[in-house]
């Protein structure tokens, strides 16, 4: 069961390393995700690393200012300001003291400088506390023997250190003397009662900045002699560049050169070099090298490039035939889990329910255009942006420009969102080459047309599920999954209702296409969520049972499972239903107002929810949404209201009005004026509560958008009787009203 | 290239700039003032929103030609140091998740709440229409706004 596998072990001696700051104070260095495995063996020999070689730390003045410093990128999940709250709640300094700083990455020692998964703050929940407490016993220490009494008739509160005779001494006072002393054995973690900072609501850290329009984000950041860049990438997925004119670009004032770009990726492929983050276009793409962003987007309108067909040009419409076919099993499914005898069980059937669901392609759409700094030069390859991998995108970036990985320098900036476009590094390797090829710092800037046409989507999908009910009962449930480019993550075929029919089977086949795919904000159950809470319900009504109970009694079979595969805890699904359930008065109607629910466990947090339908002018619309979580301990009630009301709204929007197409290679929508993002006076209202809980935290950056898909079906089943199967809902409904009416 | 003379946050700025150039673009390239986010370059997100003698505009769309005597406020100039009402508001209501469109939101609801002091709900929910939060954060912008309209007051 997933809280077993929770337990995080390492050796804290290890890993922790302080230095005394020339200029003064303790800087704590911490190993932070290589302390997560278990049995790890340090990279390199400990004594001889500085801090820099640690991606967490703390840096400590002698004024007594301290510093943290946060290591995994910021993309609008929290982790700036959560990270850093779970060292000095240990550390025990008043919060209004701290000053974060992101961290750099290293690309020698660590291994999850990620922004990705809803991970951060699960991994580093104990190390990072132990970090903090650890520097809390050396300043401690140190202070005791300033007095020449025992550590243990001391302790230290909010930055004040005191012993048993009333001799106070603050943590600058000691820092020096800290520094230098033993790392201690063991140390003593706060329980959670005694938490100032962990569970009171904070500010994001940047907030201030945000506010004021400081520069913070990629596109913000500058340097001088920086010239920019825009790049013309091949219009059609399938297609490559095979020759252009840019005589009138190079007649602009502001256009200081045209080039191509693309031998470098070449070589790269060629070298057999390759990364789950590059997602690599065949083609040499023109770039145009402007004293301003305007010139060199200005420029790229004046490109005439022709382009010939490379690969086959596909359409929605080609996309759409082949996954059904598919679904019909003209290509062999990979069986992810199988229990019981499924085909048996529908043999044996009184009643078969069978129903298919289908969602489109996604853009990611991050408000701020992919882009990104880079500063080739002999020493070394200096890059700057929002990126969610900076480990694993130095490592592409190395080989691409055949470096040594230790010359290229990555800094994370702030990123106007990311949801699992920013994992990818192909707007990193576009800039790398541009300066690599001109010798010049830059800045690639993508135009929101060429983001949101060479992007990596979220994969078209279709999913048949089946169920059969025999004496009432569910006795199987076949769910077959057709995919573009590749299907479920191996973990999902043992979220629920894996354990809790004994006849269960997940089938999984998939189409590959020249369109590039890849994460999205929840990635894989973000739809598959929906398809099943939506048969859910149907099959509740099939049975002729209560929705809510059809689930509580499936949750019972699972209780109390030897089986380690399951994924979801039963009770805590348990629990956050009830609590839906009871914030959300299921079960009372009131005039005007259609109810849908929805269960699902991801991202290893459980989370129910209740979408409020009312009819207007004849179509649904989503009025009131209410959520219960249980993530564990909140570790800022703030920052996880903002996530939980973010990813229920993200998730309305995109179920309700989200909607990408291909002809002929070619994305239909390039902009916000026709891709549809829900806006403001669209948005329900959303209410977040949180199971009390003393377990370790697990993320929320996704978690509560893969089950608000079915909330809203559901609902407007409610309301309207008609069930709904295909994303995006809305679009979908006025298509059909227009034919039928 | 021409030059221009341009009114941000009341002081002169003059540019070298292509005719057709974008205040946005001015703004953030060559008179170094970032907090104007660009989002769509065609008037659709709301992103790069600033006043503009007093009313709130999509700074992609305004030439700098056109932005010559103009009285033009952007987020840096707002107030000198975050105090504005609608600044506070979303302080205290901890409103931005990644951030980016939140210079544009504010933007909006200033130039809004000058107008109106006393929104509705539905007011509120219609000025802001415009105005693309991808974090979707706008349940804590809806109460911003009214955070700050009481302040206003």
């Given at each position: 069961m997933t809280t077993s596998k929770q337990q995080i072990t390492f050796n804290r001696r290890s890993f922790i390393k302080t230095t005394a700051l020339a200029s003064g104070g303790m800087l704590i260095g911490f190993n932070l995700f290589q302390a997560c495995k278990e049995g790890v063996v340090p990279p390199v020999d400990i004594s001889q690393l500085n801090f820099n070689d640690f991606n967490a730390f703390i840096k400590i003045s002698d004024e007594g200012k301290v510093t943290i410093f946060s290591p995994n990128p910021e993309i609008g999940q929290g982790v700036k300001t959560s990270m850093p709250m779970l060292i000095a709640e240990e550390l025990d300094v008043k919060w209004e003291d701290v000053y974060v700083e992101q961290g750099k990455l290293d690309t020698?020692?660590?291994t999850r400088q990620v922004a990705g998964g809803s991970q951060s703050i699960r991994f580093s929940w104990e190390p990072l506390r132990q970090t903090g407490a650890t520097a809390k016993q050396m300043l401690i220490n140190a202070a005791a023997i300033r007095w020449g009494?025992?550590?243990?008739s001391c302790s230290a509160k909010q930055g004040v250190i005191t012993n048993s005779n009333g001799d106070v001494l603050g943590y600058g006072d000691v820092v020096k003397e800290a520094a230098l002393l033993e790392v201690p054995e063991k140390v003593i973690l706060k329980k959670p009662e005694a938490f100032t900072i962990i569970g009171k609501g904070q500010s994001n850290v940047d907030i201030d900045k945000i506010i004021t329009g400081k520069p913070l984000f990629g596109l913000d950041y500058k340097e001088e002699g920086m010239v920019y860049a825009s790049i013309l990438r091949p219009p059609a997925f399938g297609q490559k560049l095979e020759s252009y004119d840019d005589t009138a670009a190079r007649a602009m004032p502001g256009v200081l050169d045209v080039i191509t770009i693309g031998e470098k990726l070449r070589q790269y492929k060629d070298n057999k070099k390759k990364s789950w983050t590059a997602q690599l276009v065949d083609s040499d793409k023109i770039v145009v090298i402007g004293k301003s962003t305007w010139d060199a987007l200005k420029g790229v309108k004046a490109i005439k490039a022709s382009w010939v067909t490379d690969s086959d040009l596909e359409s929605t419409a080609d996309h759409d035939r082949i996954l059904f076919e598919l679904l019909d099993g003209k290509k062999t499914f990979t069986t992810k889990r199988s229990d019981g005898d499924v085909k048996k069980a529908f043999d044996e059937a009184d009643k078969v329910l069978e129903r298919t669901y289908e969602a489109p392609f996604l853009p990611?759409?991050?408000?701020?255009p992919m882009n990104f700094f880079a500063n080739v030069t002999a020493e070394k390859v200096h890059l700057v942006g929002p990126i969610q991998t900076p480990e694993e995108t130095a490592k592409v970036v190395a080989d691409l420009l055949e470096r040594d990985l230790n010359q290229v320098e990555i800094e994370m900036t702030r990123m106007g969102g990311g949801f699992g476009r920013r994992l990818y590094s192909d707007f990193v390797l576009e800039a790398a080459e541009i300066s690599n090829a001109i010798q010049k710092p830059v800045k690639m800037v993508s135009s929101r047309e060429g983001d949101m046409t060479t992007g990596v989507y979220r994969p078209s999908v279709k999913y048949k599920i089946a169920a059969s009910i025999k004496d009432g009962k569910v006795t199987g449930y076949h769910l077959k999954e057709a995919c573009i480019n590749g299907g479920m993550?191996?973990?999902?075929?043992?979220?629920?209702?894996a354990g809790a029919i004994a006849n269960y089977q997940v089938d999984t086949v998939s189409y590959k296409s020249n369109i590039t795919t890849g994460a999205w904000r929840a990635p894989y159950t973000n739809f598959l969520a929906s398809a099943e809470q939506s048969f859910f319900d149907e099959l509740a009504e099939a049975l002729g049972v209560d929705r809510i109970k059809l689930h509580l009694d499936l949750l019972q079979n699972v209780k109390g499972t030897t089986d380690e595969r399951i994924q979801y805890s039963p009770e805590r699904l348990e629990g956050v239903i009830k609590l839906a359930v009871e914030k959300s008065n299921w079960g009372q109607p009131k005039a005007g107002v259609y109810k849908g629910f929805s269960v699902y466990y991801c991202h290893n947090t459980h989370v129910a929810e209740v979408a409020e339908v009312a009819m207007e002018d004849n179509m649904p619309v989503v009025k009131r949404v209410v959520c219960a979580v249980d993530c564990g301990i909140v570790v800022n009630p703030l920052g996880a209201l903002n996530q939980v009301k973010g990813g229920v709204i993200d998730g309305v929007g995109h179920a309700l009005y989200g909607d990408f197409s291909f002809k002929d290679g070619v994305p239909q929508f390039n902009n916000f004026n026709t891709y549809q993002l829900i806006r403001m006076a669209q948005t329900p209202e959303v209410e977040a509560y949180f199971v009390e809980s003393d377990l370790a935290p697990t993320g929320l950056g996704e978690p509560t958008l893969p089950p608000v898909g079915a909330a809203v079906a559901n609902a407007i089943y409610a309301a309207t009787g008609n069930r709904v199967y295909k994303q995006p809902y809305l679009n979908n409904m006025k298509v059909e009203q227009n034919i039928l009416g | 290239m021409p030059t221009f003379n341009l009114n941000i946050n009341k002081k002169n700025y003059t540019v070298e700039a292509d005719i057709d150039t974008p205040l946005l673009w001015v703004l953030r390239?060559?008179?170094?003032?970032?907090?104007t986010k660009f989002g769509c370059g065609i008037g659709q997100c709301g992103a790069c929103t600033v006043h503009v003698n007093g009313n709130a505009m999509r700074s992609c769309l305004l030439l700098v030609s056109q932005a010559e005597s103009m009285d033009i406020t952007t987020i840096e100039g707002l107030s000198e140091d975050g105090s504005h009402p609608v600044q506070e508001a979303w302080k205290e209501v901890d409103v931005p998740q990644c951030g980016y469109c939140q210079s544009g939101q504010i933007m909006t609801a200033s130039a809004f709440l000058k107008q109106n002091?006393?929104?509705?709900k539905s007011q509120i929910r219609n000025a802001m229409h415009g105005n693309i939060c991808r974090c979707a954060s706008y349940n804590s912008i809806e109460k911003a706004v009214e955070v700050a309209a009481k302040k206003m007051l």
């Open positions: 020698k020692n660590y009494v025992e550590a243990s990611h759409n991050c408000m701020e993550y191996n973990l999902i075929p043992n979220f629920f209702p | 390239d060559k008179i170094n003032l970032v907090g002091s006393n929104p509705s």
